[in-house]
Every structure is written in C-alpha cells, then in structure tokens.
C-alpha cells in the first residue's frame, strides 16, 4: 500500500502510476530526488470498495457523453462528493501517517499519480490534481483524499473517453505521491529535446524565479534556454521581464511580485545550466527516449521532482542518418509538397513507393540499391534527402524555384533553411552521381520532345502508346508468375519498366509547359493581363483527369434524362469503372482500395450531381465540350487588333500547344496508377496464399507487411499485423505534415515570415473573387460538397477532380499554380488560395468567407455557431 521511492522492488504502473514511477526510477538511477513515497493504487481500490462507492460512479457515468461538457461537470462534482465525504479506512489512515513522519519535514507536495497517465501516447498533464505545502496529518489525508477525487474531474473523464481508456473500477485507479518540498529560489522544466523546433540534438529550458508553478500554470513568461545536448553549450537564451513569482510564505503559495531588480535578471546562472545539462545526460541515458521534467534549484543545488514522457514530438524518420557520420541532412516531403497527400501509407505502399524512388533513379541510369540510402521514411510519410542537391547555394535557389510551382511555401523554406545552415552545407563536397549514361536518357528525352513540339497532334498518341506497350508485357508476366518470389520479381520489373515510361511521358507536354509560360508573358506584355490564357486551359480536350470528372456528370445527367435509378451494376457504372476503376482516393498507395473495389465515392459524387439542377449540369457539361477554335480565336482577334497579324500569329502557335498537350501532363499519373493496381492485384494474389495457410487472417492484411516478409514466412504474422494497423491508425492522427525534416528531428511546416495577423493570407493559384459558405473536407471518400460551397482541404489529387465540378472556390494548405490543385482549380474556372498552415483549423464548415485568388487574400465574414 506505501511504497517508498527508494525500494528496491519490482514495481508496476498500475501499482503506482505513472508519476510515481517515473520517481521511484529516477531515485534509483542515482538522480538528486527529493524524498518521499507513494500511497498506491490498492488504497484507492480498497477505499472505494469499503464504501461501496464503485456502482455508484458506474451509474452517475452512464450515458455521458465525452462531448457533453455541462453534463460531464454535473457528473464529475457528485463522484468528487462523495469521494470527499466518505472515510478512508483506519488501518490505511495509519500507514499513510506513519510514511508521513518519517520525511521529517515541515512540508509536503502531493500528487495524482494516474495508471494512464504519463505515458508516451498520451498527456494526462493537469488533468488531475495536485496539493503544495500539505503540512500536518490531518491536511494531508484530506490532500490525499482530493487527489483520489480528481481522477473524476470533468476534463479528464472526457479526455478518457475519447481516447478509449477504460474508465472500470480495478481497471482504472489513482496512486498518489507524497514528496518532500525543497524551497525553491528558482524553478522550471527541462525537456531533453527542443519541442519548439522537434530537434533532439538540443535541451530546451524554461526558467523563472520562485516555484515551478508559476512555470507551468502561465501565470509568468519564463527565461528560455537553448543547449546544446552533446556539449551543453548555451546556443541561444531568450531572458522575459518576470513580473510574477510563486514563493512560500506562512505554509501556503503566495502569489507575489517579483523584486525589480531580478525581473530582466536570468534565473539561471552558467553554474545551474551546467547541473541541469548533467541532469539532462542522466535523464536520456536512464529513459533513452524525450523526456519532460520539473525541476527546482535550492540553494545553489538541482533537484528533479517529476519526469514524463514528451509527447506530440513528430516521430523521427525511420533509418535516420546519424549526425556525427553523415553530418546535416535535409529530408523532402515527397508527398506533401509534390503530391498532396498528407495521409499516411500503408507499410506495402511504403515499400512500392521505395521502389519507385529506385526505379525512377535507375531510368536515369543511377544504379543504386533497392533500398536507396536517399529515401526515408516518417510518421508513414514519405521522404526524400535533397542535402546533395542543395550544398551549392546557386543550385539551391533552382531546386527552390521549381518546388514553388508546386507549393510556393515550401520554396521560402528550403531557401530559409540554406540559408540559415549555409556553412554547414557548402563545408562538404555535393556528391551528386551522374553517369554518362544518363546523358543517352536525356538525348531521348529530347528526341521525343522535339517530336511533341513539331507534331502535337500525336504527343497523346504516342504517349498512351508508351504505357499501353509497358503495360501489355507486365500483364503477360503477371500470367506466369506462380511463386511468391517471382511475383515479387515482377513487381520490381513493374516499377522499373512504369518508371522509364513516366519519365519519357513527360516529355509530350514540354511544349504546353513552355508555351505556358511564353503565353502569359506576351498577353501580360500586350493585353494587360495573362487572365485571357484562362478559357484556353478550360475543358482540355486530352486531360484523363477532367475527362474522368466530366464523365461523371454526363452519367448523372442522362440518368436523370431517363428517369433511371443510380446502381453500381449500371452499364454507365460498369463502363466508367473499367476506364477509371484503377484509381482510388489514395491511389500512391497500393495498399487502399480502388474504385473498382469500393465504387462508395463514385456513386455519392453521382448522387451529388443528380441532386443539381439539369440546366446547371448542363452548362458544367459544356466547358468539357468547349473546342479549339472557341477557347483560341478571341485571343488571337484580341492580339491582332491591339499588336497586328505576327502577334496574333505567335500567340495562336502558344495557344494550339496548350490545347494540344497541356492535358497530358496528367497522363503519367494516371497510367502510373494502372501499374499500381497490377501490382496491387499480385498482393492480393500473395495474400491469399497466405491467408491459405493460415499466416494471415485477410487477404488484405498482406499490405501492412513488407516485401522481404510475405516472400517465404514460416510463422503466423497475426500480430505483426495488429502492430502495424494500430501504428498506422496513430500515424493517421498525425494532419498536418512537415514540408522538410532533418536528422536531428527538426520539423519545418511554414517560412517564419509567411503568417500574416489573421492567419489567412495565402498563396494566389487561380485567379478570381468569390464569396461562400466553407466546407472543410480531410478525406473526399466521405465527401458530399453541394454545389457553390468553398472547398477547404490540406491538398489535392486527381481522386478529388470530379469535387471540383460542384465547388465555388478552393483553399488549400499546401499547393502552388503548378500542383494538381491550382491546374484543375484554372481549368474549372475556381478562385484558389493556398499555403494557410492548418487552414482547415483556422476555418470551420459553415463559416462564410470570401476568397481573392488574385491576392491571395481570404477574408473571414461571418463565423458559424456551435462548433
């Protein structure tokens, strides 16, 4: 029942929780602790049993909702009655009294000590509560008592049951710490790691005069102090006016001014860093995990009174390149920045995301190995390391540029960074691998898209001929596979071959690209604005994307024409899944379901469209229909009235290109997907093998495995499954992703100077101004956008396209004019702002805004009740 700190016997959370044990540990891995002891969990137990309060709190529980706080308060103050108000059992008052007397000291602090508290998924902190300067008997059984109660508080019990913690008697309990209290001339915490900044090669300080309660409940704004974790140099320090302290006077806190000359004062001095950074060295070495610890200083001497996990630190990349033999490294969100996927992978979508890294390398004629040292993973996301590609700053600034087109903001952080680690990077040597063979896929590169340049009206012919050619052999292989080994070969083969043809796809819309770009500046130059280039990129006629999403209104309008019912056996159903069914709403990920799988999203978007009105579907219908000569010939009449024929002649050459080719640059994509889905189909393949012999429970279980691990298993991996489902879930939680990491864990989301007061101000992708009512939207599977709502979302793919067709404007976290966003937004005609951190936190559905795509601007009018 009491448990001191200095025992020497086995001890478990459950016994003592989390706080007490993390001091019992600390005691015993020779760190300065004051002294104290733990009343655990058994008194508790014990003392809601022998007053029958157990069925009591069960029933006053009962039906409450983690949402209803009003409730929940109700609720939380009759449980803590009658905790306070009933007696703790005689021969337990005498053990607690006898631990007491023999600290000796005046007083104690007394602390909730939770069996789900402080552990590394969860923060518990505050939630419970906690008593200082308990002196006395008598105190401090009503201390403990109380403690007991706020295991009930109203935000705690809703904290439970949002993250499914059973809240049972026996299952769920309390311990409480009672600790000697040093006085405390300054106080504060300690974390092992910089959780500003998520880098875990620094410690990082909060400081104040008097207790640490002043710390840590923000009634002062404490000293910080950055160090160095290996050396414990200071590397910067931030020293506050503090007004305010908590100091003992008379037995209680006293809440008082501090004396104006120590208010500018530091209340470290170089002696108390160093006993707090050989504190720190002690923490990591006994924990070897991100700690968070209090601390106080008496009279010259460091003491830790409390130790917890950090938690919310962004998970390292997995296979991190140490600092000390790889030096600095710079990891690129692949996902985030170049496709607009925030969303996590499976562990089989990492591995075919691996391969495709490899692939594209060696279709540049790079041999590395299929585990490139240059991938990472973190958090389920991909990465890649750019640190090669950005020593020399004149190469930096391009790689910059061109990630701009994607997602401006990403650009002023890579330029940022570069900046801010510019003699660390150029202090070694770039070791970029270019072979000479790369040279022969450069020149055919060229070839091809000189030959785009002098015949466009073939660059979509040849480029479908290029991935049909790949993938009629890869479907002919995939006959013969029989073994798991050789299925595995041929998804290998599969990446390989996908990755060369990608490569030479891109070639055909090279000449759009430029004429893009040479369009914009001749009717800047000449009419005032590049804006009359939009209705030339309005319904391309050889965009797969748009052909998708447009034909899905013409089968909800010729349904509705007919009179017919929506079904998914439905020839328009059946025929639209055998053109698009490869695709699904992550579709980089092989291990999600495609359309043809699960049509769920299909069917609603039709339902979507069904609901509007025939003359709007129709008018949506025709900008799909729009031809060449329509979208072409006012700008060229424009042109030649304002500079003459060869103007007008220049700017229909730009304008056929764009027509032409510019829809192709979706084309790779969609056919890479179609290789997805073969490979896809060769997982299911091993799936059901192995769910033959009983190694997994489902055939698609076989994508939360690895390629090495579903080759030859000899043993059931049901649990390796479990492992991997529930990392993926808590990866799923994690929304808004950095743009780039390091090895030391720093994560870089936003450029430190793009926020402007409100928050709102973005990046301009497609021009126009638009007043709406908001829809925030995560995941378009579960989507239903009316029509002439503002799509609000971290990002897009070509799965969210037929969305489009029914919003009225577009805001996005992460995007640029060259991200499928901001291309598919000009198409349709949609304003569109982009790079707002967490702007689907900062904006609610409901809310009524107005979007400026030309400024970038998003004006906030009116917020939406409730929520």
């Known amino acids: 029942m009491i448990t001191r700190f200095s025992t020497?016997?086995?001890?478990?959370?459950?016994?003592?929780?989390?706080?007490?044990?993390?001091?019992?540990?600390?005691?015993?891995?020779?760190?300065?602790?004051?002294?104290?002891?733990?009343?655990?969990?058994?008194?508790?137990?014990?003392?809601?049993?022998?007053?029958?309060?157990?069925?009591?709190?069960?029933?006053?529980?009962?039906?409450?909702?983690?949402?209803?706080?009003n409730a929940l308060e109700k609720v939380s103050a009759e449980i803590k009655q009658l905790i306070t108000q009933a007696?703790?059992?005689?021969?337990?008052?005498?053990?607690?009294?006898?631990?007491?007397?023999?600290?000796?000291?005046?007083?104690?602090?007394?602390?909730?000590?939770?069996?789900?508290?402080?552990?590394?998924?969860?923060?518990?902190?505050?939630?419970?509560?906690?008593?200082?300067?308990?002196?006395?008997?008598?105190?401090?059984?009503?201390?403990?008592?109380?403690?007991?109660?706020?295991?009930?508080?109203?935000?705690?019990?809703?904290?439970?049951?949002?993250?499914?913690?059973?809240?049972?008697?026996?299952?769920?309990?309390?311990?409480?710490?009672?600790?000697?209290?040093?006085?405390?001339?300054?106080?504060?915490?300690?974390?092992?790691?910089?959780?500003?900044?998520?880098?875990?090669?620094?410690?990082?300080?909060?400081?104040?005069?008097?207790?640490?309660?002043?710390?840590?409940?923000?009634?002062?704004?404490?000293?910080?102090?950055?160090?160095?974790?290996?050396?414990?140099e200071l590397i910067t320090s931030v020293i506050e006016k503090k007004e305010t302290q908590i100091i003992r006077s008379d037995g209680s806190n006293v809440r008082t001014a501090?004396?104006?000359?120590?208010?500018?004062?530091?209340?470290?001095?170089?002696?108390?860093?160093?006993?707090?950074?050989?504190?720190?060295?002690?923490?990591?070495?006994?924990?070897?995990?991100?700690?968070?610890?209090?601390?106080?200083?008496?009279?010259?001497?460091?003491?830790?009174?409390?130790?917890?996990?950090?938690?919310?630190?962004?998970?390292?990349?997995?296979?991190?390149?140490?600092?000390?033999?790889?030096?600095?490294?710079?990891y690129f969100s692949f996902t985030r920045v170049l496709q607009g996927i925030s969303e996590p992978f499976t562990p089989m979508g990492l591995e075919i995301q691996r391969l495709e890294m490899w692939?594209?390398?060696?279709?540049?004629?790079?041999?590395?190995?299929?585990?490139?040292?240059?991938?990472?993973?973190?958090?389920?996301?991909?990465?890649?390391?750019?640190?090669?590609?950005?020593?020399?700053?004149?190469?930096?600034?391009?790689?910059?540029?061109?990630?701009?087109?994607?997602?401006?903001?990403?650009?002023?952080?890579?330029?940022?960074?570069?900046?801010?680690?510019?003699?660390?990077?150029?202090?070694?040597?770039?070791?970029?691998?270019?072979?000479?063979?790369?040279?022969?896929?450069?020149?055919?590169?060229?070839?091809?898209?000189?030959?785009?340049?002098?015949q466009p009206q073939y660059a979509e012919r040849r480029s479908i001929s290029l991935a049909e050619k790949h993938l009629k052999t890869m479907n002919r292989k995939a006959r013969k596979r029989e073994t798991a080994a050789e299925k595995i070969e041929l998804i290998e083969e599969i990446m390989e071959s996908a990755m060369k043809v990608i490569i030479h796809q891109c070639a055909y819309f090279i000449p759009a690209f430029k004429a893009d770009e040479r369009g914009r500046k001749r009717l800047k130059k000449w009419l005032g604005s590049e804006d009359y280039l939009a209705p030339v990129i309005q319904g391309l006629p050889n965009s797969p994307t748009s052909a998708m999403g447009f034909r899905l209104m013409e089968i909800a309008y010729e349904l509705k024409q007919n009179g017919e019912h929506l079904s998914k056996t439905h020839p328009f159903v059946i025929q639209f899944l055998e053109s698009y069914g490869h695709r699904s709403n992550m579709e980089l990920d092989v291990g999600h379901p495609n359309w043809k799988e699960k049509p769920d999203y299909i069917m609603n978007l039709i339902e979507t469209y069904m609901e509007m009105e025939e003359g709007s579907l129709a008018t949506k219908m025709s900008r799909h229909h729009n031809t060449t000569d329509e979208a072409v010939s006012p700008i060229v009449r424009k042109v030649k009235e304002k500079k003459g024929k060869r103007a007008a002649k220049h700017i229909k050459k730009d304008c056929r290109y764009l027509r032409q080719t510019l829809g192709l640059r979706e084309r790779p994509k969609f056919d890479l997907i179609r290789s997805f889905a073969l490979i896809r189909q060769v997982l299911q393949e091993i799936g059901e093998e192995l769910v033959d012999r009983k190694l997994i429970q489902e055939v698609n279980d076989v994508f939360y495995l690895e390629l090495s691990e579903v080759q030859e298993p000899s043993a059931p991996l049901h649990e390796l499954i479990e492992e991997r489902k529930k990392a993926f879930y808590e990866q799923k939680k994690i929304k808004t992703v950095p743009r780039f990491m390091t090895n030391t864990g720093e994560c870089l989301y936003e450029s430190a100077y793009s926020s402007s007061e409100d928050g709102l101000h973005g990046v301009p992708v497609s021009s126009g101004e638009?007043?709406?009512?908001?829809?925030?939207?995560?995941?378009?599977?579960?989507?239903?956008?009316?029509?002439?709502?503002?799509?609000?979302?971290?990002?897009?793919?070509?799965?969210?396209?037929?969305?489009?067709?029914?919003?009225?404007?577009?805001?996005?976290?992460?995007?640029?004019?060259?991200?499928h966003g901001g291309i598919v937004a000009r198409e349709y005609?949609?304003?569109?702002?982009?790079?707002?951190?967490?702007?689907?936190?900062?904006?609610?559905?409901?809310?009524?805004v107005m979007i400026n795509g030309s400024s970038g601007k998003v004006l906030l009018l009116e917020e939406t009740e409730g929520e």
């Not at 004396?259 to 050989?278: A, I, M, R, Y």
């Not at 979302?793 to 976290?813: K, N």
Request: one cysteine or more.
């Open 8 to 69: 020497t016997a086995q001890v478990t959370l459950h016994e003592v929780g989390g706080k007490g044990m993390n001091l019992i540990q600390m005691t015993q891995g020779g760190l300065e602790v004051p002294d104290g002891f733990i009343v655990s969990t058994k008194a508790y137990d014990q003392f809601i049993a022998e007053n029958d309060l157990q069925n009591k709190i069960a029933d006053l529980l009962d039906g409450v909702s983690a949402d209803d706080m």
């Open 87 to 232: 007696s703790i059992p005689e021969g337990m008052r005498s053990k607690i009294v006898e631990a007491y007397n023999t600290l000796d000291v005046p007083l104690t602090a007394v602390r909730s000590s939770a069996t789900a508290e402080d552990l590394p998924e969860m923060s518990f902190a505050g939630q419970h509560n906690s008593y200082l300067n308990v002196s006395g008997e008598e105190n401090l059984l009503s201390a403990v008592q109380k403690c007991w109660a706020s295991l009930w508080n109203a935000r705690a019990v809703s904290y439970r049951m949002r993250h499914g913690v059973p809240q049972q008697f026996k299952t769920l309990s309390l311990a409480v710490v009672v600790q000697t209290m040093v006085p405390s001339d300054s106080a504060g915490v300690l974390f092992t790691v910089n959780p500003v900044n998520n880098r875990r090669d620094q410690l990082y300080i909060n400081s104040s005069w008097g207790m640490g309660e002043a710390v840590v409940s923000g009634i002062v704004t404490p000293d910080q102090f950055v160090l160095d974790k290996k050396t414990g």
């Open 258 to 330: 501090v004396p104006p000359e120590l208010q500018q004062k530091e209340s470290l001095n170089p002696g108390e860093l160093k006993q707090l950074f050989s504190m720190a060295q002690a923490v990591d070495t006994y924990y070897g995990e991100p700690m968070d610890t209090e601390w106080v200083i008496s009279r010259g001497k460091a003491y830790i009174v409390q130790a917890r996990p950090v938690t919310g630190l962004h998970p390292m990349p997995v296979k991190n390149d140490d600092i000390e033999k790889h030096g600095l490294r710079l």
């Open 359 to 454: 692939g594209a390398l060696k279709a540049l004629s790079i041999n590395v190995e299929k585990r490139p040292r240059g991938f990472k993973t973190a958090a389920g996301r991909v990465y890649w390391d750019f640190t090669e590609l950005i020593r020399k700053p004149k190469r930096a600034g391009k790689v910059a540029e061109t990630i701009s087109n994607k997602d401006p903001v990403a650009g002023k952080v890579l330029m940022e960074f570069v900046d801010r680690n510019k003699n660390e990077l150029i202090s070694k040597k770039s070791k970029l691998p270019m072979p000479p063979k790369t040279l022969l896929t450069a020149g055919r590169f060229a070839v091809r898209a000189a030959g785009a340049f002098i």
């Open 770 to 819: 638009y007043t709406g009512t908001v829809r925030v939207i995560h995941d378009p599977a579960e989507a239903k956008l009316k029509e002439g709502e503002i799509l609000v979302t971290h990002s897009t793919d070509p799965s969210w396209t037929p969305l489009f067709l029914t919003a009225g404007a577009l805001i996005m976290e992460t995007g640029g004019t060259g991200s």
């Open 829 to 848: 005609g949609l304003p569109a702002v982009s790079g707002i951190e967490r702007v689907s936190e900062k904006l609610k559905t409901g809310d009524k």
